[in-house]
């Protein structure tokens, strides 16, 4: 580099925005402020025919949701049946756990991941 490199570049320098204001308020009309009490009494008073709105939630269970408890519930079961019955090697609770939690994650899967609604 030259003695002179601060010499050699170029400043670069942006020049002024300038602003077009569209939507300033007219000079010769008076603004008043606005009162937030003002409009939501003006909302209520326009409201006051309309029936409200209620929500129903006596929705019943969807099969896809029924069908999962039922896999859950007797799968799990199930398999913690024979988990008892099993012998008491660690081992052998280690794998059941982890068939158990296999079992768990792949009805899971399948049930919310994979099928279609129905």
Partial sequence: MSENAEHDR???VLKPKTFESVNAP????PTKPIDVHTILKDNIHAHRGVAPLVLNFDKKLSHRKRDYLVL???GNAVLLVLMYFLPKDPLIRVLAWSGL????AAVTWIIWGVMDHY
């Fill in 10 to 12: 170029a400043n670069f």
């Fill in 26 to 29: 007219l000079k010769d009309e």
């Fill in 72 to 74: 859950m519930i007797v």
């Fill in 101 to 104: 939690a296999l079992y768990s």
